[in-house]
């Protein structure tokens, strides 16, 4: 409370946690800011502002790695393609990556948040009683009608999952994370491969939401983690674009005309 605001009512207004600022005082999640510069790496440094603590090296490298494999998927990706035609608008960078990050939704940019909901639900069903295989069958069938977190349209076998998995398997041997949603999303892939000569392997959405689901992180941090993964990407992507020199290029070259729908 002050003379200006006698009642400490302006003071609560945006009360927060997550950082204090005052003059020559800036610290964040109880730290003062001068002592993470040089000393945290970015990794950690998303999981403090998340969570108000600093991972232990092991939990910063997994969350690292899931990170790592979501940065980029080429310009057939919606909100690449997007970032692209956005920068030879001469929106600047800023307008490029707010446009493309604006179209991670369900669809494109939501599976890690689904899969772990899936993963969840799974693991629900299982302390309710139900064996494993029982309670993924059940919440498969309860789930959306794209499953997510399994599948590729390109990969056969997204090329992310094994090294992501295997991070997961060592964490687990060595109680870094528990191991449960590991088990869960094993048990969803191994379901879907039953019958069919074409396995349904798991992909990036898949791997990514086990790691996060792991290390705590709830369902909608999945989607927030992915979309500061990917933002990566899109600044690239829109800063080669605007290189180019090129004006309002659209999603397909000048000679194709789009087929008219009478």
Known sequence: MTDIDPTGT?????TTAISRMEPGVIE????????LIGTTGLTSMIWLMLRGDLPSARQAALLDAALVAAVDHGPQAPSIAIARMA???????NGAVASAVNTLGDSHGGAGEQCVALLDDIL????????L?????????????YL??????????????DPLLGLVEDA?????VPGNHLRAGKCVEALLAEG?????????????AIIYAELGFPAPLARGLFVLSRSIGILAHAWEESQSGLRNKGPIPRTILPAHHA
């Open 10 to 14: 302006v003071a609560q207004w945006w």
């Open 28 to 35: 964040l999640r109880g730290r003062p800011v001068q002592d």
């Open 87 to 93: 920068a030879t608008c001469g929106v600047g960078l």
């Open 124 to 131: 629900r069903r299982e302390a309710g009683g139900l064996d």
């Open 133 to 145: 295989r029982t309670a993924a069958e059940q919440a498969v069938a309860a789930g959306p009608r």
């Open 148 to 161: 997510p977190g399994f599948g590729h349209r390109f990969h056969p076998r997204d090329p992310r999952r």
């Open 172 to 176: 687990v041997r060595d109680g870094v």
């Open 196 to 208: 069919r000569a074409e396995p349904i392997p798991m992909n990036i959405d898949g791997a990514t």
